[in-house]
């Protein structure tokens, strides 16, 4: 599989996990045990069309078309963030909905001129899942990079609207998982590699006291638990185990994304980071062409995400 179709797949693969999650936000887990998600629908939660995305996406393609016209550049990619919230920017029909409260506060003060890197609330509280759900095109960007650099960089990258190092370190063990699977490893073998290297690189690094908040995933033992014991809420550590423990017990990118969005809660949040890891993982020609092409704004997307792949394979040449 070449990297176009792995790239393709993780950035398609977030919108599609979004847009399947979105009509069932706060739904619980009993509920859609009864009725789950089997495909793509509307309007329930926020009463939305079939296909429409939400802010995961929205940020995750602000970020992309950000590294593809500026290259890594923070102060850019909260221009886009600014223009997202304030014109609907990277919208599906035109205006930001169902926006976090840590990344609605970051996006004022981005406003106001703080330092980007300083611009995300850096409190306990606030460790939702919004700088984690829109990472995966940083991932990408730096998969070739040596691990320190990668680190650095999806670190500052959260930082524009989560500060706190426990934010930073879901974003970057989420960014190493990405580099394995985007190298080709399976996804059993990309979850060991990623387990055997996260220790060292965040060693003598404010990462490290944020450790012990991922010991489920660390020690091994996220693959093996019981679904009763994956929370699904908006709490970043929450969200990255669901992730990973669908990405982990499913064998398709169609399992994945519907496991992941029917343990209820923040399902559109859950689906898009599931789906972009099993979108790079299975590739673009996994994902379900009457999903893709029921997506919102689909060919102005498959149009950056073309780009993006272009900036990176040719990168990756020199």
């Given at each position: 599989?070449?990297?176009?179709?792995?790239?393709?797949?993780?950035?398609?693969?977030?919108?599609?996990?979004?847009?399947?999650?979105?009509?069932?936000?706060?739904?619980?887990?009993e509920e859609l045990?009864?009725?789950?998600?089997?495909?793509?629908?509307?309007?329930?939660?926020?009463?939305?069309?079939?296909?429409?995305?939400?802010?995961?996406?929205?940020?995750?393609?602000?970020?992309?078309?950000?590294?593809?016209?500026?290259?890594?550049?923070?102060?850019?990619?909260?221009?886009?963030?600014?223009?997202?919230?304030?014109?609907?920017?990277?919208?599906?029909?035109?205006?930001?909905?169902?926006?976090?409260?840590?990344?609605?506060?970051?996006?004022?003060?981005?406003?106001?001129?703080?330092?980007?890197?300083?611009?995300?609330?850096?409190?306990?509280?606030?460790?939702?899942?919004?700088?984690?759900?829109?990472?995966?095109?940083?991932?990408?960007?730096?998969?070739?990079?040596?691990?320190?650099?990668?680190?650095?960089?999806?670190?500052?990258?959260?930082?524009?609207?989560?500060?706190?190092?426990?934010?930073?370190?879901?974003?970057?063990?989420?960014?190493?998982?990405?580099?394995?699977?985007?190298?080709?490893?399976?996804?059993?073998?990309?979850?060991?590699?990623?387990?055997?290297?996260?220790?060292?690189?965040?060693?003598?690094?404010?990462?490290?006291?944020?450790?012990?908040?991922?010991?489920?995933?660390?020690?091994?033992?996220?693959?093996?638990?019981?679904?009763?014991?994956?929370?699904?809420?908006?709490?970043?550590?929450?969200?990255?185990?669901?992730?990973?423990?669908?990405?982990?017990?499913?064998?398709?990118?169609?399992d994945t994304v519907?496991?992941?969005?029917?343990?209820?809660?923040?399902?559109?949040?859950?689906?898009?980071?599931?789906?972009?890891?099993?979108?790079?993982?299975?590739?673009?020609?996994?994902?379900?062409?009457?999903?893709?092409?029921?997506?919102?704004?689909?060919?102005?997307?498959?149009?950056?995400e073309e780009k993006?792949?272009?900036?990176?394979?040719?990168?990756?040449?020199?």
């Amino acid at each position: 599989m070449d990297k176009r179709e792995r790239i393709l797949g993780g950035l398609f693969g977030v919108a599609v996990g979004d847009a399947l999650g979105v009509p069932v936000e706060f739904v619980s887990r009993e509920e859609l045990r009864k009725r789950p998600v089997r495909e793509m629908t509307g309007y329930g939660t926020h009463y939305q069309p079939p296909g429409t995305w939400s802010d995961d996406t929205s940020l995750t393609l602000c970020l992309a078309e950000s590294l593809v016209e500026a290259g890594y550049d923070l102060a850019d990619a909260g221009k886009r963030f600014i223009r997202w919230y304030r014109e609907g920017c990277w919208t599906p029909y035109g205006k930001a909905f169902d926006i976090g409260g840590a990344t609605r506060r970051a996006i004022l003060r981005l406003e106001g001129g703080v330092d980007p890197t300083l611009a995300g609330p850096d409190d306990e509280m606030s460790n939702g899942n919004g700088s984690l759900m829109r990472i995966l095109p940083a991932a990408l960007y730096f998969a070739g990079s040596e691990e320190e650099a990668m680190r650095e960089a999806v670190c500052k990258i959260s930082c524009l609207t989560h500060r706190h190092p426990r934010s930073q370190l879901a974003c970057f063990l989420y960014a190493l998982l990405v580099k394995e699977l985007f190298a080709g490893n399976a996804p059993g073998a990309a979850y060991e590699k990623m387990r055997e290297r996260a220790p060292e690189l965040c060693a003598k690094t404010a990462l490290a006291g944020e450790l012990p908040h991922f010991e489920r995933i660390l020690n091994g033992s996220l693959p093996g638990l019981p679904e009763r014991e994956i929370r699904s809420d908006g709490y970043v550590v929450s969200t990255l185990e669901a992730s990973v423990w669908c990405l982990l017990n499913n064998a398709t990118f169609s399992d994945t994304v519907l496991a992941a969005v029917n343990l209820g809660g923040d399902s559109d949040t859950t689906g898009a980071v599931a789906g972009g890891l099993a979108g790079v993982c299975y590739g673009y020609g996994a994902i379900p062409r009457r999903w893709l092409e029921m997506l919102a704004r689909f060919e102005e997307i498959l149009a950056l995400e073309e780009k993006f792949a272009s900036l990176l394979t040719r990168n990756s040449l020199h």
